[in-house]
């Protein structure tokens, strides 16, 4: 493939970004995170742990993506959002503020969360959803 780092960004550990993957400004992915697809980490967004950012994702900001987290599909997480632990965001989903999904959560379809809004547990958010504000949903 033709992945790319450039700018200040880093890849560290035993991360990998591949197939056409970009990863730059000062972003960093690093610990065994990988980056593949068409995929953009950018700004000083971290992907690190075990996470995937894949598809046609975007990572940017100063976002977090972490754990066994998978940032997929058409998704965005930009801001001060976490993804961590096992959750999932993915379809043409959208985390931004200082949102975070995790521990098994899930977050698809065209659902936006934003805010200070925390999704946890095993709880899905899909469709044409909004969770914003500071609305917590386990």
Not at 9 to 28: L, Q
Not at 43 to 58: D, L, M, N, Q, S
Not at 104 to 123: D, E, H, L, T
Request: net charge positive; glycine share 16%; charged share 20%.
């Amino acid at each position: 493939g033709n992945a790319r780092v450039y700018g200040n960004a880093r890849v560290g550990g035993k991360a990998t970004v591949c197939s056409e993957a970009i990863v730059y400004d000062k972003a960093t992915v690093y610990g065994e995170a990988r980056v593949y697809g068409e995929a953009r980490v950018y700004g000083e967004a971290r992907v690190y742990g075990k996470a995937i950012v894949c598809g046609k994702a975007i990572v940017c900001g100063e976002a977090r993506v972490c754990g066994k987290a998978t940032v997929s599909g058409l998704a965005t997480v930009s801001g001060l959002a976490r993804v961590c632990d096992q959750a999932t965001v993915y379809d043409n989903a959208t985390v931004s503020g200082v949102a975070t999904v995790r521990r098994r959560a899930a977050v698809c379809g065209q659902a936006v969360v934003c805010g200070s809004a925390i999704i946890s547990g095993n709880a899905n958010v899909g469709g044409k959803s909004i969770v914003g504000g500071q609305a917590r949903v386990w």
